[in-house]
């Protein structure tokens, strides 16, 4: 139950951030989302970037843009697994193939493009963004 809360606390700040067109680092929404994840450990980590990986493909398989996108490294940028996983989870969404789509910080910033575009319309904001108690 507890790992749904702190999925549902991770997305909820995605989409804020997505709505004002905003990026952030592992580290940042590890702590601002209070997710408590240990950064010092490696399985922790790895763990945190599955949880975010969880969000994105829940997104994606509801028609929406990949959360995920907008997390990146303190340089801006991100692995190429994850960059992997990203294409992967949007190949049919947006139509993407070898030959046109290269992983590559274009790709990545694209996609963040897209995430912030889709947050930004009142409509999808008040239908799927974070629930208000």
């Not at 804020?16 to 997710?35: G, H, M």
């Not at 692995?79 to 193939?97: A, D, F, N, Q, V």
Request: with cysteine; charged share 30%.
């Amino acid at each position: 139950m507890e790992e749904i809360y702190v999925n549902r606390q991770i997305r909820d700040m995605l989409v804020e951030l997505a709505v004002q067109c905003r990026t952030t680092t592992y580290s940042r929404l590890n702590t601002d989302a209070d997710a408590g994840y240990n950064y010092r450990e490696a399985g922790e980590r790895e763990s945190f970037t599955e949880d975010i990986e969880a969000i994105s493909m829940s997104e994606v398989k509801n028609g929406r843009p990949p959360l995920g996108a907008i997390v990146v490294f303190k340089s801006g940028s991100v692995t190429k697994p994850i960059l992997e996983s990203l294409y992967t989870m949007c190949e049919e969404m947006y139509g993407l193939s070898p030959e046109t789509t290269k992983l590559n910080s274009a790709f990545l910033k694209d996609l963040q493009a897209k995430c912030h575009e889709y947050w930004k319309v009142k409509d999808n904001y008040n239908e799927f963004g974070p629930r208000r108690m």
